[in-house]
């Protein structure tokens, strides 16, 4: 069954809103999780590492104002899109991290579309 | 700095036919790990395999088979008899062993008509 729980699935909401999506480890701690970001037909592009009871390391280019990442318990981390407009729109993907010797466990995705 | 290239965009086949996706990477550590994810049309990635720098033998899991070459800097998959339900997208990615971030390459999109 999943490791990793993503809510929510989808997500349409109006221009200006901000969006929480919620990255959920249903098994283990996880100290560590990333967020990714998805365009279609495109891999996918990290954007930060979130650590837990720290702050979140953001990649280049990775808005840290727009992209607020918080990782309050060993397991959950949320990503909040602020101010969300159309050109976020996008699919976001987290991932837990378990262990040197474990694969990054994903979760199901969000679509996100900001009309 | 890492990076992994899959050449393939796409690639068609008619189902049960043998399938065989590349993946080529580049790093300067001496150990990592690499991986194989699967991401159906739903979105989800799908964990498939691990392989570890320092084990080069080559894997079969039912219809899938891995084959590792570290000379070359390839981590090839197969897919032997393929089946409709194979249609997806499926990534390679690289890890180092001290570290803990992902790198992927582009993907393949593998169609398997009826």
């Keep these: 069954g999943a490791v990793v729980s993503q809510h929510p699935s989808w997500v349409i909401c109006k221009s200006g809103t901000s969006v929480k999506i919620e990255c959920r480890s249903l098994d283990f701690q996880a100290t560590t999780m990333f967020w990714y970001r998805q365009f279609p037909k495109q891999s996918l592009m990290l954007m930060a590492t979130s650590n837990e009871g720290s702050k979140a390391t953001y990649e280049q280019g990775v808005e840290k104002d727009k992209?607020?990442?918080?990782?309050?318990?060993?397991?959950?981390?949320?990503?909040?899109?602020?101010?969300?407009?159309?050109?976020?729109?996008?699919?976001?993907?987290?991932?837990?991290?378990?262990?040197?010797?474990?694969?990054?466990?994903?979760?199901?995705?969000?679509?996100?579309?900001i009309l | 700095a890492q990076k992994v290239t899959q050449a393939q965009t796409e690639i068609s086949v008619v189902e049960k036919e043998d399938v065989t996706l590349d993946c080529v990477y580049e790093t300067r550590d001496?150990?990592?790990?690499?991986?194989?994810?699967?991401?159906?049309?739903?979105?989800?990635?799908?964990f498939l395999i691990r392989r570890n720098s320092f084990d080069e033998q080559n894997e079969i899991s039912g219809r899938y088979s891995w084959n590792f070459q570290k000379s070359t800097s390839s981590?090839?998959?197969?897919?032997?008899?393929?089946?409709?339900?194979?249609?997806?997208?499926?990534?390679?990615a690289l890890r180092m062993a001290a570290g803990n971030k992902l790198t992927f390459g582009g993907g393949t999109r593998v169609l398997v008509k009826p």
């Design chain 1, 67 to 113: 992209f607020l990442i918080n990782h309050a318990s060993l397991t959950l981390s949320t990503l909040t899109v602020t101010s969300a407009h159309p050109e976020d729109s996008s699919f976001y993907i987290c991932s837990a991290y378990r262990g040197r010797q474990q694969p990054q466990h994903f979760g199901d995705g969000t679509r996100l579309s």
């Design chain 2, 30 to 46: 001496t150990t990592y790990y690499l991986f194989w994810y699967k991401q159906p049309p739903s979105g989800e990635l799908v």
């Design chain 2, 75 to 92: 981590f090839n998959f197969t897919i032997t008899a393929s089946q409709v339900v194979d249609s997806a997208v499926y990534f390679c």
